[in-house]
């Protein structure tokens, strides 16, 4: 057996994703030495491979472009998503967390421009955000590379390729974490003197975890992402007593980047388009329900294909190009001259008009500068549904401690990003996982660093808004009836 490496440090982070980068980031800011572990061998997580979308609300961007956004406005947004979604999921929003995230997201926009990261433009939403805040990053890279520089900051100590195991809990108290090395199974065993933060991200990519709380067949529907989004953080913290909230909340969603999307259109098996390719994901997935067979297609020119060869590889079904578009009708089994018409009304529109809302479905989100689908060969990509990202995670204080199932703050214990169950269910708004996870993330780096007494709770709700399971237990008993005589 191994002798078993041992570090320790003030904060020891799970993950570089979003949350944990920013985590880290916060910590060290705070005086506190830092271990972090990452089971890749990069930081960034998903949002290095994503499109880049992030929402802020009441930004120097939106003032500098005339947008007045506050706190109300986007608690008034995030309440109208969370609504729609409790037809479909069982949901529970922490008004306090999507607060938090409302007041400190302007600070994230500060921190992220000042290291580098440019905003190119705002993606309009209007259906989701009534206010223009979704900003599109330049290079999603971007994002890693500001925070590249903290991982050699003294006092951090970064592993890559090593997977946390356990939690080791001493005196009731979260006291460090175990895990080990991917390449030899080598053993590490981390000391943490003030806190953990769980940054692990979602459990997306496990569908074995995903089936105890959705249907088998719904839990090993595709995935679009990393593969280290194994749920890790969250069966750690539950091991501990943590309270998980929003588990069935894996929203379906037609498997696109969405910077593909906006140089597409989506055609069905007449070849016709036959919806707003870039609105709320749940509608794109019902109007795909309602097309023969669910077959329909994503029909992109050269120039675009070229440009998005990475992110459109990287879809479920591989593309079908051909050097004219009544060539890829019949690849794809479509009638010729309705693809050519349909593809030709969108040009027209694109070309013809200043107007920015699509007349037939209302889009709003066009291709950058306009530009047409005229440049032979053109390239159809299957629609396919799946899942790219998770809402479940743990009950937090406004201090981003884990809560258990009795209400009670874990001592030692964050949690950020997807390991948060609170803010996720408003992320249909758009642009909400990786700037919460930034955002949410600083707020635990700094917590744990602060957390000298082992006690938590520096300005912490300990309910945060949501009800505890001891709560809940305890509703349920006053629903049975009164004994009778």
Known sequence: ?????????????????????????????????????????????????????????????????????????????????????????????????????????????????????RFSRFIPRPRQHTVDRMAAVEDSWMLGRAFAPDTTRPGVTVRYGTVADRL???????????????????????????????????????PELRRRFQPEVVARAPYLGIDTCRGDGHLLGQAVGGDLVNMTFVPPLVIVSSSVVEDAIAVNTAGERFHDEAGPYEERVDRLHEQPGRRA??????????????????????????????????????PAAALE?????????????????????????LPPGRRTCTRAPFTAVPMVEGINFCCGGFRVTTDLQVLDVFGDAIPGLFAAGDCVGGLNPVSDLGGIHISGGFTL?????????????????????????????????????????????
């Open 1 to 117: 057996m191994p002798e078993v490496e041992t570090l320790d440090a003030d904060v020891v982070v799970l993950g570089t994703g979003p949350a944990g980068m920013a985590a880290l980031s916060a910590a060290a800011d705070e005086g506190a030495s830092v271990v972090v572990l990452e089971a890749m061998d990069h930081i960034g997580g998903n949002a290095v491979w994503s499109t880049g979308y992030l929402a802020f609300v009441d930004s120097a961007m939106q003032r500098e472009q005339g947008l007045v956004d506050d706190e109300e406005t986007f608690v008034a947004d995030a309440r109208a998503m969370v609504d729609e979604a409790r037809d479909r999921f069982g949901v529970e929003w922490d008004e306090d967390l999507v607060r938090l995230f409302a007041r400190e997201s302007a600070e994230t926009y500060r921190l992220l421009t000042e290291r580098g990261v």
């Open 441 to 485: 993330g600083r707020v635990a780096g700094r917590a744990a660093a602060r957390d000298v007494a082992g006690g938590g709770g520096h300005g912490s709700v300990l309910h945060a808004g949501l009800p505890s399971m001891l709560d809940t237990r305890i509703a349920l008993v006053r629903l049975d009836p009164e004994p009778t005589s």
């Open 297 to 334: 297609w994503y029909v992109v020119d050269d120039e675009v294909f070229r440009e998005k060869a990475t992110l459109i590889s990287q879809m479920p079904e591989p593309p079908v190009s051909a050097g004219s578009l009544p060539e890829l009708a019949a690849a794809v089994g479509v």
């Open 341 to 365: 018409g349909t593809v030709a009304r969108w040009n027209d529109f694109l070309a013809g008009t200043t107007d920015d809302r699509d007349p037939d479905f209302g889009r709003v989100v």
């Open 168 to 206: 080791v809990v001493t005196d009731g108290r979260v006291t460090g974490v175990r895990a080990h090395r991917r390449d030899d199974d080598a053993p590490l065993e981390v000391t943490a003197r003030r806190g953990v933060v769980l940054a692990t991200g979602g459990y997306q990519s496990n």
